[in-house]
């Protein structure tokens, strides 16, 4: 019952937030101009709802040159692609505010799962197990509000299991008191990662993408 409602309420409290902030994002889409050459938008793959792909939309804040498909508390050196203004934005999560369009859309939620890369292959394994997948990704979400980018991603796909078994009004409200809470804080947000972390996953992908293509 509640996701039907869920989603009537994704569709006017989206709405109404993209015409309240609508001057800001305006300001912040010539300041990113302004400030680095490329475009003011970011785009990228994502997983929705049932494992299917959507193109998740964001404010830019790193350089165009800047690794692509791989989660940036991946990087090695994060700060070396990370724009002056995309520091202010990704620790005031501002980047983020152009998802509005993807719940919109109904490609996403306020609360949800936070939408894995297209290529996040264990992240997406672990959350089958726990039905995560099976519910529209979030703007933010339980394990966002419970360490974030400081989660492994077994403990990570649980917290977002415990969401969906949960699911309610009043435990979205909690979710979205708990990230106000987070970003005044600053909180959960890791900017790199040690070489062989990187090293790993881009391993994997690599592996995982010769599989692909030899089936």
């Not at 609508?22 to 990228?44: D, E, H, K, Y």
């Not at 197990?129 to 419970?146: C, E």
């Not at 990187?198 to 599989?211: F, H, P, R, S, Y």
Request: charged share 25%.
């Amino acid at each position: 019952m509640y996701t039907h409602l869920k989603r009537i309420l994704d569709f006017l409290l989206a709405s109404l937030a993209l015409v309240v902030f609508s001057p800001l994002l305006l300001v912040l889409a010539a300041v990113i101009r302004a400030t680095s050459p490329g475009p003011v938008f970011f785009r990228q793959r994502r997983v929705g709802q049932g494992k299917s792909h959507f193109m998740i939309y964001k404010f830019r804040t790193m350089r165009i040159d800047a690794p692509k498909d791989q989660p940036t508390h991946l990087f090695k050196d994060p700060a070396a692609y990370i724009t002056r203004v995309g520091r202010f934005l990704r620790r005031s999560s501002l980047d983020e505010l152009p998802q509005l369009l993807n719940i919109i859309k109904g490609e996403m939620s306020v609360v949800g799962p936070r939408p894995a890369l297209w290529n996040q292959f264990d992240l997406i394994a672990e959350r089958d197990k726990y039905g995560a997948n099976d519910v529209r990704p979030g703007l933010t979400g339980w394990a966002q509000i419970n360490g974030r980018d400081e989660l492994p991603i077994d403990v990570k796909a649980r917290l977002d299991g415990e969401y969906v078994r949960n699911m309610s009004f009043a435990f979205d409200v909690r979710c979205v008191l708990g990230t106000v809470l987070k970003v005044l804080r600053s909180e959960g947000v890791i900017e790199g990662a040690q070489a062989g972390e990187t090293n790993a996953i881009q391993t994997q992908i690599q592996k995982d993408e010769t599989d692909a293509g030899s089936k």
